[in-house]
């Protein structure tokens, strides 16, 4: 059975930083592209980072500069590193794991939220 299981979210204040994990079990993480959604209330999910399983990593305009995606593969996690964050990053966090032909597999989703 595979399980994503993500931590890290909380309360932060603007200008603040979390990091973001996200530990799979289930599957051959190293063959799977790794990427974090997001979702603020009364919005659509939006893709937020990815990273390849080749090594290539993408990121939202919103987020570049601010934002990094990394990933153990000994430990069959995904991070998030997130730095710099304003209140516009509030939002529930997703973390997903995919590759061509699969389902992909989503987290059950960590709150981070970013106020004074």
């Known amino acids: 059975q595979v399980q994503l299981v993500e931590s890290g979210g909380g309360l932060v204040q603007p200008g603040g930083s979390l990091r973001l994990s996200c530990t799979a079990s289930?599957?051959?993480?190293?063959?799977?592209?790794g990427a974090w959604y997001r979702q603020a209330p009364g919005k659509q999910r939006e893709l937020v980072a990815t990273?390849?399983?080749?090594?290539?990593?993408d990121y939202a305009d919103s987020v570049k500069g601010r934002f990094t995606i990394s990933r153990d593969n000994a430990k069959n996690t995904v991070y998030l590193q997130m730095n710099s964050l304003k209140p516009e990053d509030t939002a529930v966090y997703y973390c997903?794991?995919?590759?061509?032909?699969?389902?992909?597999?989503w987290g059950q989703g960590t709150q981070v939220t970013v106020s004074s």
């Open positions: 990273f390849a399983s080749g090594g290539t990593t």
């Open positions: 289930g599957i051959i993480f190293s063959s799977y592209a």
């Open positions: 997903n794991v995919y590759r061509a032909g699969v389902t992909p597999y």
